[in-house]
Nanobody, 123 residues
Framework: QVQLVESGGGLVQAGDSLRLSCATS????????MGWFRQAPGKEREFVAA????????YYADSVKGRFAISRDNAKNMVYLQMNSLKPEDTAVYFC????????????????WGQGTQVTVSS
């Protein structure tokens, strides 16, 4: 199994940047695809970004494309989400997830989830 712990969230103003981190532990981390999802108040959880096991392929929701960047460092068992040009609509709890079957936008394809970290973007 894989354990995931997110960090790096906080309160920022529109236009600012944040870097979220996901620390992982467990067997053969590098064999898992990783994803970031978020859930805003009163909204369903939505896909943000995903990265393949090797880090060679990345995928983004249209709403964050060009502003966010997902990356991983398998040697350090870490996954990151660099968030630039933040908007109030980015306010949400952000979750990292690990999946056995490749990088996808679908929640059900991920086997393990972190507890989330709050990102709040003020106007």
């Amino acid at each position: 199994q894989v354990q995931l712990v997110e960090s790096g969230g906080g309160l920022v103003q529109a236009g600012d940047s944040l870097r979220l981190s996901c620390a992982t532990s467990g067997r053969t981390f590098s064999s898992y695809a990783m994803g970031w999802f978020r859930q805003a108040p009163g909204k369903e959880r939505e896909f943000v970004a995903a990265i393949s096991w090797s880090g060679s392929s990345t995928y983004y929701a249209d709403s964050v494309k060009g502003r966010f960047a997902i990356s991983r460092d398998n040697a350090k068992n870490m996954v990151y989400l660099q968030m630039n040009s933040l908007k109030p609509e980015d306010t949400a709890v952000y979750f990292c997830a690990a999946g056995r079957y490749g990088a996808t936008m679908f929640e059900y394809t991920y086997n393990y989830w972190g507890q989330g970290t709050q990102v709040t973007v003020s106007s």
